[in-house]
C-alpha cells in the first residue's frame, strides 16, 4: 500500500486527540473503585452518550476499513448491514431492554441464568468470550494495523496491533466502562466529521456530477439487493441472514449491550438505543458511498481493505490528513476499548465472582483490570492472521455466521415463551453448535457453497426446530421468569407526547424504509 506522509500539523492533531483520551481515562479513573465502575459506569449512564458510544463501538469493526472495501469491491449492498440495525435496535428498545434493566443484570449471560439456569449461563458467556476476543478485539486491532502500517512503514502488522490495543487497554483498565463511554462520544463525533469530509472531497473528485457518476458505475454496485445468486450478499441473505446476524450483534452481545446495562433508567435506555438506531441510517452515504466512488479516483487496488487510507492519501491536503486519521484513530479505539472491557466483564463476573462470592468489589475491579491487559496482547497475536481471509469484513460475518445461530434462538424465543426451560436451551445451543461445526468444516473443505448469511439462517431454522421440539417434550417444571410481557411497554415515567419512546421507534422505522426504498 502506498504510504502516506504526515505534516507537523497532522500529528498535531493526532497528539490533541491522545491528549483528550488521556485526559477522560485519568478523570473517570478517579470515579472507578469497584466492579459495577468498571464494568458498568456505576449505572450512571445517560441515553446521548449511550447511543454515540453505541455508534461508535459498532461502527469501528465493520466499517471505515471492512465496509469501505467491500463497497470497493462489491458496491453499495454491504450498507445492507447497517440499515438493518434500525430495526433491530428499536426491537431492542421495546422488547430486550425493559427485560434487562428490570433484571439489574452485570451481564448479558446473567440474563440467561434468570430464564434458565447457571449451565446455560456459563456457556453463553464462554462463547462470547471467544467472539469478543477473535471476532471483535482482533478484528479490530487487525483495520487498525492496516491503517497504521500505511503511515508507519517500518511497523509490522503485529506490532502495529500491540500498540494500538496496549493504547486502549491503559485507558480502559484505568476508568473502566465511564471512561470507554465518554470517550467514544468523542470518537464518535470524530468519527463522522472525517466521514462527511471524506464524502464530501471524493464527490468534489467526481465534479459533485450523480448522474455521471451513476452512468460510471456498474449497476449492481449501486443497487441494495442482488440477485439470488450474487456471491457476495444475494438478496435472500439480505432478508433471512443479516437479521439473524444483526439481532445476534445489537441484543445480545455483552460489548453492545453493556452501555445499556450501565443506563440511569430505562428511559435513559431506551433513548440511547434509538439515537443509535437513528446515527445508522446516514451511514450509506458518508461510510459506504465512498468506497463505491473509489473506484472512478483510484488505481486499482489488490486487497479492498486499503481503500479507506488510500482514499486518505489521494484527496486530503495537510492537517486534513491528520483529522480523519485522528477520526479513523478513534473510531479503532471505540471499538477496540468496548471488546476489551466486555471480555474482562464476562470472565469476572461470570466465572470468577460466582466461585469467589467472598471478594470485594475492590478486588473484582483488579481482576478485571488484569483480564483486560491478558485479553489485549491475546487479539494482538491473533490480529495478523486475519490478512488470510477474503477482506476483513469477510473475516468478520463469516465467523458470526457459524457461531451465532443458535443463540439468536434461545433469546428470541426464550424470551417470550413461558413453556421452554434450561433443557430446551442447552438442546438448542449445543446442538445447533454440533450442526455449526459439521457446516463449518464442510465449507473449510470446499463441499459446502452456500453464502454465509443463507448459512445463519439454515442454522437458525434448525435452531428454533431444535427449541421448539425440546420444549414440547421436556416443557419446564417451574413457571418461568424474565419473561416480555406487554406491561413493560409503558414509558417510565410517563412523558409528554413528544418524548414518548414509542413514536421514537416509529419514526426510526419511517426513516429506514425511505432509505432502502431510494436504493431498490
Not at 481515562?25 to 473503585?33: L, P, Y
Request: charged content about 10%; overall charge neutral.
Amino acid at each position: 500500500m502506498e504510504t502516506i506522509d504526515l505534516s507537523p500539523l497532522d500529528l498535531a492533531f493526532l497528539a490533541a486527540y491522545a491528549v483528550v483520551v488521556i485526559v477522560i481515562g485519568v478523570v473517570t479513573a478517579r470515579r472507578t473503585h469497584s466492579g459495577e465502575d468498571l464494568f458498568l459506569a456505576g449505572r450512571r449512564l445517560t441515553w446521548v452518550p449511550i447511543g454515540f458510544s453505541l455508534f461508535a463501538s459498532n461502527i469501528s469493526s465493520t466499517t471505515l476499513i471492512g465496509l469501505a472495501g467491500a463497497a470497493y469491491t462489491w458496491g453499495l449492498a454491504v450498507a445492507n448491514y447497517e440499515w438493518m440495525a434500525a430495526p433491530i435496535l428499536v426491537l431492542m428498545a421495546l422488547v430486550f431492554a425493559p427485560v434487562y434493566l428490570r433484571l439489574r443484570i452485570g451481564t448479558v449471560p446473567e440474563y440467561l441464568e434468570h430464564r434458565f439456569d447457571a449451565r446455560v449461563r456459563r456457556y453463553f458467556s464462554a462463547l462470547t468470550l471467544f467472539a469478543n476476543i477473535v471476532v471483535d478485539t482482533a478484528g479490530t486491532l487487525f483495520a487498525g494495523a492496516v491503517v497504521l502500517t500505511a503511515f508507519v512503514p517500518a511497523l509490522d502488522l503485529f506490532t502495529a496491533a500491540l500498540l494500538l490495543a496496549a493504547f486502549a487497554a491503559a485507558y480502559t483498565a484505568a476508568g473502566g466502562l465511564a471512561a470507554v463511554v465518554y470517550t467514544d462520544v468523542l470518537q464518535a463525533i470524530m468519527l463522522l466529521i472525517g466521514a462527511v469530509l471524506v464524502t464530501v472531497l471524493a464527490f468534489a473528485r467526481l465534479d459533485f456530477d450523480w448522474a455521471g457518476f451513476v452512468a460510471a458505475t456498474e449497476p449492481d454496485k449501486l443497487r441494495l439487493f442482488l440477485p439470488l445468486d450474487d456471491p457476495n450478499l444475494p438478496w435472500l441473505g439480505t432478508l433471512i441472514g443479516v437479521p439473524i446476524l444483526g439481532f445476534y450483534f445489537w441484543c445480545t452481545n455483552q460489548f453492545i449491550v453493556q452501555r445499556v446495562l450501565g443506563a440511569h433508567d430505562l428511559g435513559h435506555a431506551r433513548g440511547g438505543v434509538l439515537l443509535a438506531g437513528l446515527l445508522k441510517l446516514p451511514v450509506l452515504f458518508i461510510m459506504v458511498l465512498p468506497g463505491v466512488m473509489a473506484v472512478q479516483i483510484l488505481p486499482p487496488l489488490e486487497n479492498g481493505d486499503q481503500v479507506f487510507p488510500a482514499l486518505i492519501a489521494e484527496l486530503l491536503p495537510a492537517g486534513l490528513s491528520g483529522l480523519i486519521l485522528a477520526a479513523l484513530a478513534a473510531a479503532l479505539m471505540s471499538s477496540i476499548d468496548s471488546t476489551l472491557n466486555s471480555a474482562s466483564a464476562l470472565l469476572t463476573l461470570d466465572f470468577i465472582k460466582p466461585l469467589r462470592p467472598d471478594l470485594s468489589p475492590r478486588a473484582l475491579a483488579w481482576i478485571g483490570r488484569g483480564a483486560i491487559g491478558v485479553f489485549m496482547l491475546l487479539a494482538a497475536f491473533i490480529a495478523p492472521q486475519i490478512g488470510g481471509f477474503e477482506g476483513l469484513f469477510h473475516y468478520l460475518q463469516t465467523a458470526l455466521s457459524y457461531l451465532v445461530p443458535p443463540v439468536a434462538a434461545v433469546f428470541l424465543l426464550g424470551i417470550f415463551s413461558r413453556r421452554a426451560g434450561s433443557f430446551s436451551a442447552l438442546a438448542t445451543l449445543l446442538g445447533g453448535h454440533a450442526l455449526s461445526a459439521v457446516l463449518f468444516l464442510l465449507w473449510l473443505a470446499g463441499a459446502l457453497t452456500l453464502h454465509f448469511t443463507l448459512v445463519a439462517a439454515l442454522l437458525f431454522a434448525a435452531a428454533v426446530a431444535i427449541f421448539l421440539i425440546t420444549s414440547r417434550l421436556r416443557p419446564a417444571t417451574a413457571p418461568a421468569q424474565a419473561l416480555w410481557r406487554p406491561a413493560l411497554m409503558q414509558p417510565v415515567p410517563r412523558p409528554v407526547w413528544w418524548r414518548d419512546y414509542r413514536l421514537h421507534a416509529v419514526l426510526v422505522l419511517v426513516l429506514t424504509v425511505a432509505v432502502v426504498w431510494g436504493f431498490l
